[in-house]
């Protein structure tokens, strides 16, 4: 899972070494027809910003947003969730929010917003409901 949609890989080795090949996690990865994004720690006006920064020159695809370890929520944090989410709109993709009970849930559910996204309790519901389709 890469956080925020940014994962760098190297598939160069040591100096004078054979190139490492990709593990099967990787190639997995890659093989996936959905993103998976990671938020940790405080959810605020810069945190998704990388994934919103990546939607749009991407191909149209679904992403899985695993909020499980988001400690606290501000409202420019809630304002780029909404973003990113109008923005998958645009690209005819899904997101799909791992929210279980905590303060992205709390906040979101406050706000009237939580019916807004599609929401699941844990990341492995999200990919079965990912590999399922629409």
């Known amino acids: 899972m890469r956080a925020c949609g940014v994962g760098v890989r190297s ?3 040591r100096a004078g070494t054979e190139p490492i090949p990709p593990s099967d996690a990787y190639r997995e990865e890659l093989s996936r027809p959905w993103d998976e994004w990671r938020v ?3 959810l ?3 945190s998704p910003r990388a994934a919103l920064a990546v939607a749009p020159r991407r191909p149209p695809r679904d992403c899985l947003l ?3 370890g988001v400690t606290s929520v501000d409202s420019a944090g809630v304002g780029a969730l909404l973003a990113l989410r109008r923005q998958m709109l645009e690209l005819g993709a ?3 929010v791992v929210a279980p009970e905590g303060p ?3 906040v979101l559910e406050w ?3 939580y019916e807004c996204f599609l929401t699941v309790a844990d990341a492995e519901q999200g990919r079965r409901l990912l590999k399922t389709g629409p």
């Open 66 to 68: 695993d909020l499980t």
């Open 44 to 46: 605020d006006g810069m």
């Open 104 to 106: 992205v849930r709390r």
């Open 94 to 96: 899904r997101l799909v």
């Open 111 to 113: 706000l009237g917003l």
């Open 11 to 13: 598939a160069v080795g």
């Open 40 to 42: 940790e720690g405080p």
